[in-house]
Structures are given as structure tokens and as C-alpha cells.
Nanobody
């Protein structure tokens, strides 16, 4: 089992940047593919980005492609989401998630086994 803790959320103006971090407990972090999801008020939780166990493969939602970058540091048991050119529609609670079954990045939230508590990102216009 792994525990995930997000940090780095906050309030930013449109066009600004934020970097989310997700720290994982345990010694098996490198055996999990990792993903970021987000949920805005009244909406379903949606896929944002995912990264393979090794970090060599990534996947992005069309809405964030070219603006967001997912990365990981297995030595630090951490995964990151660099968010640039933020828009008001990026406002949501952002969750990191761990997938213990697949080595490749996956879009479907039902594939993920463990979830963090979420970090609020608010983008003002």
C-alpha cells in the first residue's frame, strides 16, 4: 500500500504557473505508474496527465497538452505536475493517484488504486 500527499496548490492569476508535488510513502514507489486528475465543483473527476513507472512515457489530456508537464523522481518518491499558462477553467481540486497494475500511463480513473487527499488550485481571471 502507498500513501500519497499533494502539495503546492494555491491561488494564481490567469497566465501564471504552479507546480504540484505528490509525495509517496513506502519503498515501492517505482513500481507504480502515476497520474494526476482534477475535479471542479459539480463536475466529474477527470484525467489530466499520467506517467509510466520509469518516467519514460507520459500521457496528457488534450485540454492541458503543451501547458502542463508531468514528471517523477523515483529516488525522492515523488511525482510532479508543472502547470503553465493557467486558465480559469483549470480551477479544481487536483489529485495524484497510483496504479499498481500497469507500467504504462493510463487515462481511466478506475485503473488507479491509491489516491491523495487533493490540492486546491484556483486560477483567477
Amino acid at each position: 500500500q502507498v500513501q500519497l500527499v499533494e502539495s503546492g496548490g494555491g491561488l494564481v492569476q490567469a497566465g501564471g504557473s504552479l507546480r504540484l508535488s505528490c509525495a509517496a510513502s513506502g519503498r515501492t514507489f517505482s513500481t507504480y505508474a502515476m497520474g494526476w486528475f482534477r475535479q471542479a465543483p459539480g463536475k466529474e473527476r477527470e484525467f489530466v496527465a499520467a506517467i509510466s513507472r520509469s518516467g519514460g512515457s507520459t500521457l496528457y489530456a488534450d485540454s492541458v497538452k503543451g501547458r502542463f508537464t508531468i514528471s517523477r523522481d523515483n529516488a525522492k518518491n515523488s511525482v510532479y505536475l508543472e502547470m503553465n499558462s493557467l486558465k480559469p477553467e483549470d480551477t479544481a481540486v487536483y489529485y495524484c493517484a497510483a496504479d499498481r497494475h500497469w507500467s504504462i500511463p493510463r487515462r481511466n480513473k478506475i485503473e488507479y488504486d491509491y489516491w491523495g487527499q487533493g490540492a486546491q488550485v484556483t486560477v483567477s481571471s
